[in-house]
């Protein structure tokens, strides 16, 4: 494999060379600064590429075409999760497409890569009357899971929102990228009917549903199509607008399956009232109207910073979504104002509030085992946080309302911070030198980065790395690259037409309450 990437590089580099400076001025970034060199930048991120790309041909079964979850930092195929899931499958879908066209492989072998995946993925089970895919899947057989691979846990099988999400938004982009498997990509796009999620007494989405009895006592027996079956849907709704389920909102919208007031019945914060005063802060905002929709239009304040606050805080809920839809600039007043101050509040917080030296912090493995969310807690609305260490340091703001007040409780210090690489690369639109420079940072400094490239996570202060590849990050590394690196084609794949129609001027309405203050 090292000997098939080595002869790829000379090609890829070849390729970069030939996008120079097109590709430079056409990304919206912080830019390179005074005393960077374009060119090296360009370089170390085609290296990046490069080696992110060798996690997915290692990840992935050359059968079935369908990528584990994810594998050890060595790249043994025999430590392949075993499991796989609808975003994972796309998160292979478009890096092969952005690996293709940064030059790491051959139109051809991306053609056989991508006609195999879709192949099998025109064969798993699914549920007939949404056309939407389960949770879990073994990537070696393609077969529905009912048991957990690692421990023979019960599975029941789960069709979440998100997860169909980000692979229709794959399929969207193999249809495009693609000519010779339009057809086939769009045949299984074309089943899937966002609609099915949502729910319109309170005109938001279900985070997903169970097609046979679950375990879960909270779960809703009801069918919103009124077509097949009744299934229990989960009892929560995906309320927040600033979290990564907003792709699902985005494509439902665009393709007629959901109607666009949708986009302002998700809260930006919850009132502020002391029926909400369990989350996070109590939020500064009023109240506007758009499309006959009542919205708060609420915002956190962090430092000397305003902005609409994600779920957890973490860079992945907040950015993810981004690298497909250009929210900055079909919205300019509410994303082209959020997404930058985003980047900041986690830059801050690591190089001045924690003091970890280093910054970017999102869910990812634990370097201590297993997986867990990490975020900048103070600009999520979740109460007990995503924290940004290993000993989940948190903050509480307080509320400062007398019917229902809560003393604040700041932190007399952080622990271990666990930062995780792919949240840079998903900072590089705004602010590339930064976030190279982390990175940088990160490989110098730490074992952090091996024949995959960048190892999932690092716990700064104790130097404890989780060396495995997940699929979904390296997506998003992926992704990010194929757009910093070809002016935004990953997302111009995914923007023409519809998407473009009926999202662009939906977010070109609304102003957040975001900004710097003093």
Not at 315 to 333: N, R, S, T, Y
Not at 444 to 472: E, H
Request: one cysteine or more; a negative charge; hydrophobic letters at 35%.
């Amino acid at each position: 494999m090292r000997d098939r990437t080595r002869s790829r590089r000379a090609l890829a580099t070849a390729a970069v060379a030939v996008a120079g400076l097109v590709a430079t001025a056409g990304v919206a970034s912080a830019g390179p600064g005074p005393d960077r060199n374009p060119g090296r930048d360009r370089d170390t991120m085609m290296t990046y590429a490069q080696d992110t790309w060798a996690s997915f041909e290692a990840m992935v079964d050359p059968g079935t075409g369908l990528p584990a979850d994810n594998i050890e930092g060595d790249l043994d195929p025999d430590s392949r999760s075993g499991y796989t899931s609808p975003t994972n499958i796309g998160a292979y879908l478009w890096s092969t497409v952005a690996a293709r066209d940064l030059g790491i492989i051959t139109r051809r072998e991306a053609h056989e890569r991508m006609g195999r995946t879709l192949a099998t993925v025109a064969t798993l089970e699914r549920h007939e009357h949404s056309g939407m895919f389960y949770n879990w899947y073994d990537e070696a057989t393609g077969e529905k899971l009912y048991t957990w691979p690692t421990d023979g846990a019960r599975v029941y099988p789960f069709l979440s929102s998100v997860d169909n999400g980000w692979l229709a938004t794959a399929l969207l982009i193999v249809e495009r990228a693609e000519p010779r498997l339009r057809g086939q990509a769009a045949e299984i796009r074309s089943t899937m009917d966002f609609g099915f999620y949502y729910d319109p007494a309170v005109r938001q989405l279900r985070g997903g549903f169970w097609d046979e009895p679950p375990a879960d006592p909270a779960a809703v027996l009801d069918n919103y199509r009124d077509r097949g079956p009744d299934v229990w849907f989960t009892g929560h709704h995906y309320g927040t607008l600033n979290t990564e389920p907003r792709i699902a909102s985005y494509l439902g919208i665009a393709w007629g399956q959901i109607p666009p007031e949708h986009y302002f019945s998700m809260f930006r914060t919850f009132p502020d009232t002391c029926d909400w005063s369990w989350p996070e802060q109590r939020p500064v905002g009023e109240w506007e109207e758009h499309l006959g929709v009542e919205v708060f239009q609420g915002a956190y304040r962090y430092r000397d910073m305003q902005l609409v606050p994600t779920w957890g805080g973490s860079m992945f809920e907040a950015l993810m979504v981004d690298l497909f839809i250009p929210e900055a600039d079909w919205g300019p007043q509410s994303w082209g104002v959020n997404h930058p101050l985003t980047v900041q509040a986690h830059i801050e917080h690591g190089l001045e509030e924690a003091g970890y030296g280093y910054w970017g912090f999102s869910p990812s493995s634990n370097p201590a085992g297993g997986y867990r969310e990490y975020g900048v807690d103070p600009i999520g609305m979740e109460p007990n946080g995503y924290s940004s260490d290993q000993e989940r340091t948190t903050v509480d703001p307080g509320w400062d309302d007398p019917a229902c007040f809560r003393e604040p409780a700041e932190p007399a210090e952080y622990g271990d911070g666990v930062v995780t690489p792919h949240a840079s690369f998903l900072a590089l639109p705004y602010a590339r030198r930064e976030a190279l420079d982390n990175l940088a940072n990160l490989r110098r400094d730490f074992d952090a980065y091996g024949p995959g490239g960048f190892y999932d996570a690092v716990a700064v202060r104790s130097g404890t790395v989780a060396q495995r590849y997940l699929s979904l990050d390296q997506g998003m590394i992926m992704a990010a690259l194929g757009n910093e690196l070809r002016n935004d084609r990953v997302k111009r794949y995914v923007v023409r037409g519809d998407v473009e129609r009926e999202i662009r001027p939906l977010l070109g309405i609304e102003e957040f309450n975001a900004g710097r203050v003093d």
